[in-house]
């Protein structure tokens, strides 16, 4: 089904209130995919919904992206320690060499990312827009899996009251995109978005588009 401008708004709207709920409950929260032609409003709505719902706008084009280190965060060795009073745990490479403390190493190491800086570290909610999904290279669309499905990668995770929405256009030969596969399907809510000129109209009437 084929919505308008309003009619995504009160959606992302609902769907925001309702990851809350979930989110409050230890539930798993859901992302969302807006599709629709070039140019008719899609990152603009999700930006006013952001706004309006006291929430922090992170939008990241993913088709300008080559490396899925920029977006996922790199790679860094953790190495299992002990500690003479009995605990346990994992310290980087880094923080062992500039650590003043005595740690006992396991001989144990795992890989682990840090997260990228588009991440908030205060805490704060945002809504992160993954923009041009279905254009970005096949590899970079599959790392990014994890944080849709889940709000997370590896070893960091999205902090609470953090909402993924992606964006795309369709897959009709007019566009150079990916096709999505049953499985990527599976990790969102999609929403067709159309064209309206009644709605356009009005909204240029409010920011004062020249009448002409």
Request: a negative charge; hydrophobic letters at 35%; charged letters at 25%.
């Amino acid at each position: 089904m084929s919505l308008k401008a309003s009619e995504i708004k009160y959606v992302l709207h609902h769907i925001i209130k309702n990851n809350r709920y979930l989110e409050e409950r230890g539930k798993k929260k859901n992302s969302i995919l807006i599709e629709s032609e070039a140019g008719i409003g899609k990152t603009s709505i999700v930006q006013q919904v952001a706004e309006e719902s006291g929430l922090g706008f992170v939008k990241i084009n993913l088709s300008n992206i080559e490396q899925a280190g920029d977006l996922t965060g790199f790679p860094y060795i953790e190495l299992e320690y002990s500690k003479d009073d009995g605990s346990k745990g994992w310290i980087s490479t880094k923080q062992l060499e500039h650590s003043g403390e005595k740690f006992n190493l396991s001989g144990y190491s795992r890989t682990s990312y840090s997260p990228p800086a588009w991440v908030p570290k205060d805490g704060s909610g945002i809504i992160l827009l993954l923009d041009d999904f279905t254009r970005a290279p096949t590899h970079i669309m599959q790392a990014v899996m994890e944080i849709v499905d889940k709000g997370e990668y590896v070893s960091w995770a999205l902090p609470q009251d953090c909402h993924v929405m992606l964006t795309s256009n369709p897959s009709n030969g007019d566009y150079i995109v990916t096709e999505l596969d049953g499985a990527q399907k599976t990790r969102f809510i999609r929403l067709e978005m159309k064209f309206n000129v009644d709605e356009w109209a009005s909204w240029a009437e409010k920011v004062g588009v020249d009448s002409r």
